[in-house]
């Protein structure tokens, strides 16, 4: 055993609030605003159930999201939790401008200009922030206003610029509204001017994640991931998932990207609503096959903003997200802005826990097995077995080793029945586990024999309450260590 075994003992030792932290599988992302931005909030969302810590860069300053980072960072230090930061770029979001006393209402057969030259919104003329929209559209395009809640079409192309459209469904337009084209291939780069100084920020923070908004093609990725190279950023990438496009480009997406948000607010104006649950279900099941977590956001407690119970449709939805399989659930303004955060996470986890419990859980046997054409399939095919001798002998713990962290995600993908802890001696690691399903991640940095390794991995396990004399644990890893090959290795020992 490491004679420097006590350096991974200095955190977590048998502390009741680490270990109730590991009693739901699908991790709870939660977005970070004015309701909950003071250190001792967050630490009260953690605490209720908190994995990953949601930064919108739609929103706010760098100052702002510096002292949350660092409110963050703190909890890691002192208390015992690896909450990962997720800092979500806002993209080419499209919105109008300025509205004349905040509220125009607009009726059905209004033909109104958008323009790209700044005024404030009048039915005269109303700013869109897009300066190519001309170009971009053709007539017949439908643009959707607030989340679809005002719908136009487009009537009429101007050789300044101007855009004529006809009203088709009316309602009350306010300042800033977003703006959706589901008919139209836009022409504007996944990176931003903002996205980029965004960028530069989050690099220098090191967060554990980046979310790339309106995602198209597997190309937006290629970009994002050559900028944090450069760089030499350990940051992986979320694609989220809100264009048509991306649906149509979504297995080399998948394959790009280290993880994906199903963000069904913006892909549910996209694309017809009614296709949304079905999307969903087959997102996460591609996810699940290439090993790579994946969230579904938006919506998800809406109600809780303002009410202390949640619809009776929102706790299915919740549930049925757990059901399918999703790595996690995301909160936004639930969090952000509302009344509750922390009583909308307890819900969110009380969900999570009735629908994991072993009764009830979705066997997925029968399609999550390798993949024969995986470059990695014989690695591939010991986690699994791994995961299938956990089962089998009902093991207390099953525990696998990784720098770059798919052997994590390989063991994750398969849903172990087993509870799953992960050592690595990547720090970066650490955290950023946080966000796939039923992963608790250990930092852990020698490398002897493989045999000393596992004995040491048993012995903080056993130290920290997780496992106990006369338990079963199913170890995986790779030998010679020293060469760091792939997993290659089962292990079956008694505590």
């Known amino acids: 055993m490491s004679k420097n ?8 030792m048998n502390t009741q609030a680490g270990l109730e932290h590991v009693d739901h599988r699908t991790k709870i992302v939660a977005t970070v605003g004015p309701a909950c931005d003071t250190y001792d909030k967050l630490l009260d969302l953690v605490r209720s159930g908190v994995n990953v810590f949601r930064l919108n860069f739609s929103h ?18 002192t208390e015992p939790y690896n909450i990962s930061i997720l800092a979500d770029l806002q993209g080419p ?13 607009i009726k059905p057969g209004d033909i109104l200009t958008l323009t790209n030259e700044k005024c404030v919104g009048t039915l005269e003329k109303i700013y869109v922030s897009y300066p190519n929209l001309a170009g971009d559209v053709v007539l017949g ?11 136009v079409k487009v009537v009429g192309i101007e050789k300044n610029g101007d855009v004529k459209v006809e009203v088709t469904l009316g309602g009350i337009l306010s300042s800033k509204k977003g703006l959706n084209l589901p008919d139209t291939k836009i022409s504007l780069p996944a990176l931003t001017d903002k996205d980029l100084v965004d960028l530069e920020f989050i690099i220098e923070q090191k ?38 496009e991306a649906l149509v480009n979504i297995r080399d997406i998948i394959l790009e990207s280290d993880a994906i948000m199903i963000a069904r607010g913006d892909l549910g104006v996209e694309i017809p609503i009614e296709q949304v649950p079905l999307v969903q279900k087959e997102l996460i099941r591609k996810c699940l096959h290439r090993a790579k977590p994946v969230i579904v956001a938006t919506q998800m407690m809406e109600s809780m903003i303002d ?17 399918e399989g999703a790595d996690a659930v995301m909160l936004s303004g639930e969090t952000a802005a509302g009344n ?19 009764e009830y859980r979705y066997d997925r046997s029968a399609d999550l097995k390798p993949q024969p054409h995986s470059p990695s399939y014989h690695s591939d095919a010991i986690c699994y077995n791994a995961c ?25 993908s398969y849903r172990p029945s087993s509870p799953l802890f992960i050592f690595t001696k990547e720090r970066s690691l650490v955290n950023q586990l946080s966000l796939s399903w039923g992963v608790r991640a250990f930092y852990y940095a020698e490398e002897e024999s493989f045999d000393d390794m596992v004995a040491d991995q048993i012995s903080i396990l056993k130290e920290r309450g997780f496992v106990q004399d006369g338990d079963v644990v199913v170890n995986t890893g790779s030998t010679p260590v020293h060469l760091h090959l792939p997993t290659n290795m089962i292990k079956l020992t008694k505590v």
């Not at 075994?5 to 977590?12: P, R, V």
């Not at 979001?93 to 209402?105: T, Y």
């Not at 395009?141 to 719908?151: F, L, S, V």
């Not at 509750?340 to 072993?358: A, N, W």
């Open 5 to 12: 075994i006590d350096q991974y003992l200095h955190k977590e």
């Open 60 to 77: 706010g300053s760098h100052q702002d999201k510096a002292q949350i980072i660092d409110h963050i960072r703190n909890i890691n230090k």
């Open 93 to 105: 979001k499209l919105r109008v401008g300025e509205i004349e006393n905040n509220a125009l209402d």
């Open 141 to 151: 395009n439908t643009i959707m206003i607030d989340d679809g809640k005002i719908e």
């Open 207 to 244: 967060c554990d994640w980046v979310a790339l908004s309106f995602v198209r093609s597997v190309r937006d990725i290629v970009i994002l991931r050559s900028k944090l190279a450069e760089k030499k950023s350990k940051t992986k990438i979320i694609a989220k998932i809100e264009k048509p």
């Open 307 to 323: 009410r202390v119970k949640p619809n009776r449709s929102e706790i299915t939805d919740v549930a049925n997200a757990v059901l």
């Open 340 to 358: 509750h955060p922390s009583l909308v996470v307890q819900t969110m986890r009380k969900i999570i826990r009735e629908i994991e419990k072993k």
């Open 388 to 412: 299938k001798i956990a089962e089998d002998v009902e093991a207390h713990a099953l525990i696998g080793m990784t720098q770059s962290g798919y052997t994590a995600f390989m063991l994750s």
